[in-house]
């Protein structure tokens, strides 16, 4: 709805499920999410995300990059989730 086709496609609604399903993880632990990303990743921007690139297409998009970023922030979340899922369990 809105987002760019990679991100839309490879992280966001990967992100949303596994938000509605966070309490039911934390409540059968020991609870598993496996997620994938590819090298692509290092094919983001340097600077990282690009939050604002998320909405529309800029006139320097590089589907790329584009594909690269949507993989990083798969990267990123699975670290989070795993941050977090661990101090919910306490180990």
Known sequence: EGFES??????????YLTQL???LLINSAPSRVVATSSAAAQGAPASGIDFGSWRE??????????????KL???????????RLRAQSGS
């Open 6 to 15: 990679h991100i839309g496609i490879n992280h966001i609604g990967h992100f």
């Open 21 to 23: 399903l966070e309490p």
């Open 57 to 70: 297409k800029t006139p320097d998009y590089e589907d790329g990059a584009a594909y690269g970023q949507s």
């Open 73 to 83: 922030a798969n990267v990123l979340f699975a670290r989070e989730l795993s941050e």
